[in-house]
Each structure stands twice: as structure tokens, then as C-alpha cells.
């Protein structure tokens, strides 16, 4: 008690009260569902909204199991391709085979898992970096749904931490609850006006939610994240607007729109993109106590290819192995083209062998296309798309990401006493870094102190550390992510030298190795994610997932969904589209 009393001390006396009294729910290792029920209603309740909850989970659960829409067996003899071997089209693939489909997993790069991927540092897996997705929030059902069927083991994903600090026009200020060190150190810095000086910058972001979110009835939050063919007023309003657009509509002035830009995660990056986009992440507390998967975030999509390939077979419950249907994996296969059976009773792929070359045609009876749209709009298809979703595959917004985490021999950031030193969370800058996050494997959560962390029993600060050094999106993304590799490297260095107020050359005396991986230079890919830009939901979010050639070409994939950029929209698009196929094919045999 008396080591959480003096950090509750560095925060401020004035709210020892608040901290000893709130219900914190203790962010433990492997939650149960209810547990995380538990952290995100607590959540809802901080927000005054807990009414959003049971639409959250609805919206956001796993549609029901395939062998409920499509008796088991009924696939037999159905021949099914699926194109992408990311999260999605494993979990297609991995949904079909329980009805007894044959399927055909079409892979144009040489890996598996699609925007999953983790980079390890060390032969014994002890030290990896998130090149892709890293964390996973408590509402995301579907995803949870796979970790808990692979019985994967998740701990804490740090992203809020009162020890962090902003480092903005030369200027550093701790995180903490107040805000009184922004104001403090930041606020000087900006042109404010008076009323803007008064208030903590926590207080002046919240005037956007409580004008743009807080004001909308529970049903019309909860269309933030349902696909329809319609929107209300409201939504549509929303929907014109960029993240700018509504902090000005917020009375914010355009130095504090700056500052706010550079204290909010990723937000300078995308502050010209859709509001509606970053509503929703609000909306579902994607931001509040997130999870990473142990051992890596790669061992979700491993988990389902074992799975088709039979290395594990209890995921398949209550199915006998002669039950199931068969799976041909084709990796390094690229599709090239999407063309409707002249007899209308199937589709053609044409498609090629990446490393021997060679132009094959097969036809299958139904297609599940995970392409994203920046790879699907090379592909020829006859005949066309309707003229919505043509449209939709030119228009709808991807943005480049870029990640550069520096392998280090210690963790300097975890020194010191324990009421400065940083375990897990992140530091945002205006540099051109933008964002620094600090590994979480270190991290436990203190008791009843909101986004308090400590050391682990037996962690200790002189072990490695992978430091995610450089993190941003969009043009940032390409800036760095264009540099000459030495430039790169020097240039993270000096910032993150900058940011620590550390002496020059510092990283350099602790540096092993690095990894910078750019997204935009993805082939097939070419780009981070689906990221919204105005009108993009109201124009483009139900017709992408509306099938094509006649009901035989379904889509799926996170910019299909309506939580771009995270795994849940791969997940629960695939099984949607799976049940579609599944439905069709009992139709077929009713």
C-alpha cells in the first residue's frame, strides 16, 4: 500500500479519493467473457452510456455457427474458392469445411495471415514485434470467439498509462488524469484562447464527443457500426465530415485542433479522414482495455491453418473428420481474374503460379473474394461488378502504415523509481515519428488506479526490449517509411533521444537490430487498411458486402465491415459470408 500511495502522489494529492474509491476492474491475464463484459461495461458507465452495451455486443457477436444455417454434410460435393489467405479467408475456409465443403485457398503472397503478422528478434520467440495488428479491445467478439476456440493465452495490451508523456514543440508533460502538466507545459507552447487555457485538454476533446456522440439517441449510436442500405440524418451528417470538420464544429480553435492533433493517437495523421470512423472506434471503447496474444498475434491465423490441415481437430466440435470437407491450399497463387461460367452455374478463376509462372482457369461453384479492394481492382472481371461496387472498389479509402521497432539490450524506460518509470502504454510527438510504444510484457496493472502499471514480479529493466520506436499512418507513413534505411534508423534514433531527453548517441550504445515494415509496399496489398473517408459509409458500406454473378461471388474482409483495420471485421465478415454461401447451398438442395 504504502509503494501505490506515493504514485497516487505523483499525481496529485487532491485526487487520492477518486483513485481509492473508483471501481477499477482489475485487467487480468486470460479473461473470461463475463470478465470482459465486466471492463467494458465499467467503461460504458465512466462514459455515462451504459445502455450502448448489450448493442455493442450484439452487433458485434459472431453470426450463429454455420452447422446451424446448413446441416452438416450438405456441403459435400460443393467445390467453394476463397481468395486470401489472411484472418478472413482462413476463417472462411475454416467455417465451410464443417458443412463438408471442398475448398480451394487461393494465396498470392508466400505467407499466411494476411495483416497478422509478427516479426520475432530471437530463435527462442521471446522477442517479436507486432508488424501488423497488435492488440485486440474487449468488445470484438468474433475475434475472441477464435482465441477462446484455440484456447490461445492473452495478456494486457497497454495503451493508456499515467507514466506516459507527450513530447510536442519542444516541449514534455506527463500524462497525467488532470491534465495539469499539459497545461502546464504544453498549453504555453499554442495559441489558446482564454477559455481553452481554462480547461484540461482531456475536457476539450470531450467537447467533440459530447456535441457529435453523447447527442445521439442509443439506436442511432448503434448504427455507427450496422451496415444498412439507409442511414438517419444524423449519421449521414456525421458521415460528411472530416475529424477536423468536427473539431471546428465543436468551437475548437484551430491551435487547439492542432495541439489535439498531436495528443490523440494517430489522430494528426488522419485529422483530414472520416469523423465517422473514429466514432465508432469510440463507440465500441476500442481504445479502453485492449489484449495481445502471447507468443505473438501470428498464432491466431497458425492456429486456424492447423486446423485445415488437421494438426489440430478438436476446433471442429462434435464433427467427425469424415465429415469435414477437404482443403487445397495454394500459396503463391495469384488470381487475376473473376469471370461468371458461360452456363451461369458457376464462377472461373484465372489465376497463376507466382514463382513457375503459367496461366491456369478453374471454376467453382461459389467464390469468397477477401482481395482487398486495392489488390481486387487490378483483377479482370466479366462480366463487371454492378456499378456500385465497381465503384466502391475504386473509391473506397486505403491508407499506407508504417512500423519501425528498434531491438534493444535493456529497457531504459522502465528504470527509475516506480512512480516515473514507464511499463507499457505509448508517448505521442509531433516529430515525425509520431507515436512510440513501450512492450507490454511487463506490464501489471495496479489496483484501483485507472491506467496504472507496474513491473511484473520478476521483470526486470536490464532484460531486451522491443520498442515499437516509430508508429503512424498516411503521409507520415510515407515520409519515413521513403527514407534511405540508414537515414530512417538515425532519424528514430535521434527522436526517440529527443522525446526521453537522452544523450546523443544513447540508442546507439544500447542498439541489437531493427525491423521497418511499410504496408503501402505490400504486394497485393498495397496499403495499411480500409481507412474511411467522408461519405465513404453512407455510399459504400452495404453495397461492398452485397454478393455479385448472380449469387455466386461473396466478399468479405475487413474493409467489407465496419470496424476497418481490425481483426474483428476480418472474422465476422468471413463467417457471415460462409453462412451466405452455406444458405445457398441448402436452398439448392431443398
Not at 13 to 38: A, G, K
Not at 89 to 112: D, H, P, Q, Y
Request: with cysteine.
Amino acid at each position: 500500500m504504502k509503494h501505490k500511495l506515493k504514485c497516487i502522489e505523483f499525481i496529485g494529492r487532491d485526487r487520492l479519493m477518486h483513485y481509492t474509491n473508483i471501481n477499477v476492474p482489475y485487467q487480468v491475464d486470460n479473461p473470461t467473457r463475463e470478465q470482459r463484459h465486466q471492463m467494458l461495461m465499467q467503461h460504458l458507465v465512466e462514459e455515462g452510456r451504459p445502455e450502448d452495451f448489450k448493442n455493442i455486443i450484439e452487433i458485434l457477436n459472431p453470426p450463429p455457427d454455420i452447422t446451424t444455417v446448413c446441416p452438416k454434410g450438405y456441403g459435400k460435393n460443393s467445390k467453394i474458392a476463397v481468395i486470401g489467405a489472411g484472418e478472413a479467408g482462413l476463417s472462411a475456409a475454416f467455417e465451410l469445411r464443417k458443412i463438408g465443403c471442398n475448398i480451394t485457398l487461393f494465396e498470392a503472397a508466400g505467407r499466411i495471415g494476411g495483416r497478422i503478422n509478427t516479426h520475432y528478434f530471437t530463435d527462442d520467440k521471446k522477442y517479436f514485434a507486432e508488424l501488423g495488428a497488435m492488440r485486440i479491445p474487449l468488445s470484438h467478439e468474433a475475434t475472441w470467439h477464435y482465441i477462446n476456440l484455440f484456447k490461445l493465452e492473452t495478456s494486457p495490451f497497454v495503451i493508456n498509462n499515467i507514466r506516459n508523456f507527450f513530447y510536442i514543440r519542444n516541449a514534455r508533460a506527463v500524462n497525467d488524469p488532470q491534465g495539469l502538466s499539459v497545461m502546464k507545459n504544453i498549453y504555453p507552447q499554442f495559441s489558446l484562447t482564454h477559455e481553452e487555457r481554462k480547461r484540461p485538454w482531456q475536457a476539450l476533446e470531450e467537447l467533440v464527443f459530447s456535441k457529435y456522440l453523447y447527442t445521439l439517441s442509443p439506436d442511432e449510436r448503434r448504427e455507427l457500426i450496422e451496415i444498412k442500405p439507409k442511414y438517419s440524418y444524423k449519421i449521414q451528417e456525421r458521415d460528411m465530415m472530416t475529424r477536423r470538420m468536427a473539431y471546428e464544429g465543436a468551437g475548437l480553435s484551430q491551435s487547439a485542433i492542432s495541439m489535439l492533433g498531436n495528443m490523440a493517437l494517430l489522430e494528426q495523421n488522419l485529422i483530414g479522414l472520416s469523423f465517422i470512423q473514429q466514432l465508432q472506434e469510440i463507440y465500441t471503447a476500442d481504445f479502453g482495455a485492449t489484449y495481445y496474444i502471447n507468443g505473438g498475434m501470428i498464432k491466431l491465423p497458425l492456429a486456424l491453418y492447423g486446423a485445415l490441415c488437421d494438426d489440430t481437430t478438436d476446433a471442429y466440435v462434435n464433427i467427425s473428420k469424415d465429415e469435414l470437407g477437404q482443403v487445397n491450399f495454394k500459396i503463391g497463387f495469384a488470381v487475376d481474374g473473376i469471370y461468371g461460367s458461360p452456363e451461369g452455374d458457376g464462377v472461373i478463376l484465372q489465376y497463376r503460379d507466382g514463382k513457375r509462372g503459367g496461366c491456369y482457369y478453374e471454376k467453382f461453384d461459389y467464390v469468397i473474394c477477401t482481395m482487398p479492394f486495392s489488390s481486387l481492382r487490378r483483377a479482370k472481371i466479366n462480366p463487371l461488378f454492378s456499378e456500385e461496387k465497381s465503384q466502391a472498389i475504386i473509391e473506397l479509402n486505403y491508407e499506407n502504415a508504417q512500423k519501425t521497432f528498434f531491438f534493444l539490450k535493456d529497457r531504459f524506460w522502465e528504470y527509475g523509481n516506480p512512480c516515473t518509470r514507464i511499463v507499457g502504454g505509448n508517448t505521442l510527438t509531433d516529430l515525425p515519428n509520431t507515436s512510440v510504444f513501450y512492450p507490454s510484457d511487463h506490464a501489471m496493472p495496479i489496483p484501483n488506479l485507472k491506467n496504472g502499471w507496474t513491473l511484473r514480479p520478476g521483470a526486470s529493466p536490464s532484460e531486451p526490449g522491443v520498442l515499437l520506436a516509430s508508429y503512424n499512418w498516411s503521409m507520415d507513413a510515407d515520409r519515413i517509411g521513403n527514407e534511405y534505411p540508414s537515414l530512417r534508423i538515425d532519424d528514430i534514433k535521434g527522436y526517440i533521444e529527443r522525446i526521453h531527453g537522452l544523450p546523443f548517441e544513447y540508442i546507439d550504445n544500447k542498439f541489437i537490430s531493427s525491423i521497418t515494415f511499410r504496408w503501402g509496399q505490400v504486394q497485393y496489398m498495397w496499403g495499411g487498411a480500409a481507412i474511411m473517408k467522408p461519405q465513404d459509409k453512407i455510399l459504400f458500406s452495404y453495397v461492398v458486402t452485397l454478393p455479385e454473378m448472380n449469387g455466386k461471388v461473396f466478399f468479405a474482409g475487413e474493409h467489407i465491415s465496419q470496424k476497418h483495420a481490425w481483426q474483428q471485421g476480418s472474422f465476422q465478415t468471413a463467417m457471415v459470408a460462409a453462412n451466405k454461401v452455406a444458405e445457398r447451398i441448402k436452398a439448392k438442395k431443398s
